[in-house]
């Protein structure tokens, strides 16, 4: 009845827009579902469940209802908003399918973000909340409706961490949109919008008496970050994350955070937490976060001051969890870390000083304290530090312990196995169980794969007993996990056993095993680890999260350590000898056949390295040559063109020496170069008997300028003036020919006789005209001076540049040949190389049918492993290991 009422007045107010209907409408729907905002009892619950059902039974509702939505009506959208969100409350599944087929649904919801009314804004982004929910689908619309830079937008605005409630629920709805939605996490990192997170980190001095919301809301940004680099998500994806934190200075922001004063133990905490994910398996962020110092006097590394607070019991419960994480991510993948830890521990490197504190020491400390807590949380520490990696668990053999004064220094595995047969003699705070239950994981990962540790631990010919006496006793249920624990290091020392020791080969073991456990009884007591509650809560995930300390038991890495081993050893245990001698001599052929694979696979990454250097020398030298092909080319271009200029010059500056030349007979004819016409003059005396024809020509000239004075007289000043200008123009137009004339003469070896000859004529000539000339021509004398000043000044700079030119020329006739030459060396090179080449590619082939023929025999020998009932695993398997373990993790996970 009562949602038949709700439809119709969504019928009505579809017809009529008063705002009034808009108001019935809220009236009714709040009625309607106030039992979900009241939270009432359960029954009433139901009630509000049944009539949203009765609501969403037909999908018109639900659509007129995103209509109505869409009104820009204050008192119409705001209670439509309110409606819709009530109705995802109660039946949020339906709900969404309904939306996600309604045409342009969830766009219609995404525009209440842009909304200018705050209330509307608000309430739209708890819609949202409750919109996204469990729905891929629909969180993929919301994520590419740009809903990341419009909620990001809105926290800024709201004041990052400082802001209000607003804050909050835009970054719950960020996790919705993000937390296990891998399509939405690489558009939030492609968008650059991981960027955007680093303002929300930016902690001041004083950060004291920070409010209930601010805590709150970075939190949650914590939790955001941890969403993206969680162990959960695709390595691929992590990892781009984890850089992408690193670059925009995320990291280093938090690592601040993890080292400033007065910040509130929660939010430290879940700092921690979140450093320790954004490292985990990035070499990049852990080298950074190793070089990381606290603010002390003096300075001391970040991952110390962690373990101070790891190992001191005064510190709170889930603190010293997160650091304990830290410290294994740190560790993840990371053997230059690891051997940093380790090195602390070896007695080349401890401060003889005592001044500073080392993270191995810490570590030691740890080990052997009163608490419990302590004691698993180092072990469990420098187990991570071993974990892998079988050169420092033969390094940590090295180290010695002082135990007491005057008694002389035991190893630590020695150390170790003292304490574990100690047990309950010794006085602790806590859980003793937990104390052993550190130790055994401790040296089952150190012996695991590294058979010299073996020998060391079998060397005291204490352990071994204890060991059987542990297995075969009838204790409590709490003792199982123990007795679990000392089977497997028990079937560890047999499995990696090398029969160095004569008292302990693996024969003797197994009988010793069957006299007073029983094979039954010991693999029943093996079986204990792997059915234990606790071991499978640690299989689920990385993180050491326990709800109190007697709980922590397993660590997840050792767990699969768990199930590696466990298979292996139980059928280790009823082998014959006869079948370990074989074993033994097909595992000797196979490693042999293994190293020398391994060593043809080391040869050929070296070649394959080999030839990529070589490529790349190839290639550039290649490039390298077109350059200088494209600078030679450029060079003869440029040098061509040089050239033309060159001649154009040339030919311009052959045409002004003439015209120059022309002018100086002028100025030679008009008495301005007296000491050249003495200089004639002498040389005409000597040459008088061979000119007399020139003078009788002279004779014929000054009759003619006898009549040019008389002409002058007659006709004045001005005419006079003209007539001189027109003599001079006839006389030089004369003298240019003889010029030219006399300078073909040059050419015929007659070039001195010639010119005495002209410059005869022209001081002839001069002698008989100067003084009219001269007398009624000052002005052409002045302006004839002024020409030859001029022209020198040019011929003078035409030299220059004809010098220029010259020397420019041979310069880059100089660069061609070394440009040349540097061309010929190139080639040579290239030839070389690619030879080179060939012939490392023939070595290549050569290994390759090599390696095929030892994979051949491999197979074969594997063949008959499997024919002698052995079981032999492939490569591929091996190496999918891991995979497959995380795969199985992640199963779990989801069941629980």
């Not at 996790?175 to 891998?182: P, V, Y």
């Not at 990454?605 to 092909?629: A, G, P, V």
């Not at 006898?706 to 007659?714: F, V, W």
């Amino acid at each position: 009845m009562t949602g038949g009422m709700l439809y119709v007045l969504l019928n009505r107010y579809q017809r009529n827009t008063d705002w009034r209907w808009a108001y019935k409408l809220w009236n009714i729907s709040s009625m309607f579902f106030r039992q979900t905002e009241e939270n009432l009892p359960k029954q009433v619950d139901d009630l509000g469940s049944q009539f949203t059902e009765i609501f969403i039974k037909q999908q018109e509702n639900v659509t007129l209802l995103l209509t109505l939505v869409e009104e820009f009506d204050f008192h119409v959208r705001w209670p439509g908003v309110k409606l819709l969100t009530s109705l995802l409350k109660q039946q949020g599944p339906q709900v969404q399918q309904i939306i996600l087929v309604s045409p342009m649904g969830v766009s219609r919801l995404m525009d209440l973000l842009a909304d200018s009314r705050e209330v509307i804004r608000n309430d739209g982004v708890l819609l949202l909340q409750q919109l996204t929910k469990s729905n891929a689908a629909i969180q993929k619309i919301v994520a590419f409706e740009n809903a990341f830079e419009r909620l990001l937008d809105i926290i800024t605005e709201e004041g990052n961490s400082d802001g209000g409630i607003v804050v909050e629920d835009c970054l719950l709805l960020l996790q919705n949109l993000l937390k296990n939605n891998n399509s939405n996490q690489n558009f939030f990192k492609e968008g650059s919008y991981i960027q955007r997170m680093k303002p929300w980190f930016e902690v001041g001095d004083d950060n004291c008496g920070w409010s209930a919301q601010k805590v709150t809301n970075l939190h949650l940004m914590l939790q955001l970050v941890r969403v993206l680099v969680s162990p959960t998500n695709p390595p691929g994806a992590t990892s781009s994350c984890q850089k992408a934190m690193f670059h925009c200075g995320l990291l280093q922001q938090l690592c601040t955070i993890l080292m400033a004063t007065g910040v509130p133990a929660d939010i430290l905490t879940e700092t921690i937490n979140t450093v320790s994910e954004v490292i985990r398996g990035c070499q990049m962020n852990q080298d950074y976060f190793a070089s990381v110092n606290a603010p002390s006097n003096p300075p001391r590394p970040a991952i110390v001051v962690l373990l101070m607070s790891m190992v001191n019991e005064r510190q709170p419960f889930v603190l010293r969890c997160a650091v304990l994480y830290c410290f294994q991510c740190f560790l993840y993948k990371n053997q230059k870390g690891q051997g940093e830890i380790v090195s602390t521990l070896l007695p080349s490197t401890i401060d003889a000083t005592g001044n500073s504190v080392s993270a191995g020491q810490l570590l030691c400390g740890g080990l052997f304290s009163t608490d419990s807590l302590s004691n698993w949380c180092a072990a469990v520490a420098l187990a991570h530090a071993l974990q892998e990696n079988a050169t420092l668990k033969e390094q940590l053999l090295r180290v010695q312990l002082a135990t007491s004064i005057g008694n002389p220094p035991v190893s630590l595995l020695q150390q170790c196995t003292n304490i574990l047969s100690q047990g309950d003699k010794i006085d602790r705070r806590g859980s003793k169980v937990q104390t052993r239950v550190g130790l055994l994981m401790l040296l089952c990962t150190w012996l695991s794969n590294c058979s010299i540790a073996v020998t060391h631990f079998l060397h005291n010919p204490a352990n071994i007993p204890f060991l059987t006496g542990q297995i075969a006793e009838n204790l409590g249920e709490e003792e199982q996990l123990v007795q679990g624990l000392c089977a497997l290091l028990l079937g560890i020392s047999i499995y990696y056993n090398d029969n160095s020791l004569e008292n302990y080969r693996k024969e003797k073991l197994k009988q010793l095993i069957e006299k007073r456990i029983g094979r039954e009884n010991f693999i029943e007591k093996l079986g204990f680890i792997s059915k234990h509650e606790l071991y499978s809560r640690a299989a689920q995930k990385p993180q050491p999260s326990f709800s109190s300390p007697d709980h922590m038991m397993f660590d997840h890495e050792f767990t699969k350590l768990v199930k590696e081993l466990e298979g292996v050893i139980s059928k280790a245990i009823y082998k014959s000898s006869e079948e370990d001698k074989k074993e033994e001599e097909v595992k000797k052929t196979l490693e042999q056949h293994d190293n020398i694979v391994t060593h043809y696979k080391k040869v050929i990454r070296e070649q394959d390295q080999e030839l990529e250097e070589l490529k790349q020398q190839i290639n550039t030298l290649k490039s390298q040559n077109e350059q200088l092909q494209a600078t030679v080319t450029q060079q003869v271009s440029q040098i061509q063109q040089h050239k033309d200029q060159y001649n154009l010059l040339k030919v311009q500056l052959g045409k002004d020496t003439q015209h120059h030349n022309s002018h100086g007979d002028t100025f030679q004819m008009n008495g301005i170069q007296t000491e050249e016409v003495n200089k004639l003059k002498e040389e005409l005396e000597e040459w008088k008997t061979k000119h007399e024809l020139l003078q009788g020509q002279l004779r014929e000239k000054d009759s003619v300028i006898e009549k040019l004075k008389s002409s002058q007289l007659e006709m004045g000043t001005e005419q006079s003036s003209q007539i001189s200008k027109s003599g001079g123009l006839e006389h030089n137009n004369e003298l240019q020919k003889e010029l030219e004339r006399l300078r073909s003469q040059i050419q015929l070896q007659s070039a001195e006789i010639s010119k005495l000859q002209t410059e005869n004529q022209k001081l002839q000539v001069m002698n008989a005209t100067a003084d009219p000339v001269l007398g009624h021509s000052s002005a052409t004398a002045a302006q004839n001076s002024e020409w030859k000043g001029q022209l020198e000044q040019e011929i003078k700079e035409l030299k220059s540049e004809v010098k220029a030119l010259s020397e420019e020329k041979a310069s880059l006739k100089e660069y061609l040949d070394s440009s040349s030459s540097t061309i010929a060396i190139l080639q040579d090179e290239k030839s070389k190389l690619q030879q080179e080449v060939a012939e490392s590619k023939k070595e290549q082939d050569d290994l390759l049918v090599l390696l095929a023929d030892q994979d051949q025999k491999l197979s074969a020998l594997k063949i008959k492993l499997k024919d002698l009932g052995v079981p032999v695993e492939d490569e591929d398997d091996i190496e999918s290991g891991d995979q497959g373990d995380e795969d199985e993790d992640g199963d779990d996970e989801e069941q629980d």
